[in-house]
């Protein structure tokens, strides 16, 4: 997912939230010390974006593993054995 810095051009859109929200921003606002609601909404939407992204590998990995066939599975499972065996090797030396 591309990143937009603080030198890019920015797009102007208009949003509507509940005064609750809003109150909240405001409270988040004045802990960070910074006074743009802009930035603090932003990187809140980049934060959701990573989660959001990262929620989806983990259901495709698991979807993955679950379509395996059990001689699959334990073709995995020697994999992983020998693995940690040689992870195990080279971090005791």
Request: glycine residues 2%; proline residues 3%; charged residues 35%.
């Amino acid at each position: 997912m591309p990143t937009v810095t603080d030198r890019s051009p920015k797009l102007k859109i208009t949003v509507t939230l509940s005064p609750d929200v809003v109150t909240q921003l405001d409270a988040l606002l004045d802990l960070s010390g910074n006074r743009s609601r802009s930035l603090l909404v932003e990187e809140a939407l980049r934060r959701w974006f990573r989660e959001h992204t990262r929620k989806q590998i983990e259901h495709r990995v698991e979807e993955y593993y679950r379509s395996l066939s059990k001689v699959e599975r334990k073709e995995d499972e020697a994999w992983s054995k020998t693995s940690a065996r040689s992870a195990k090797h080279l971090w005791d030396k």
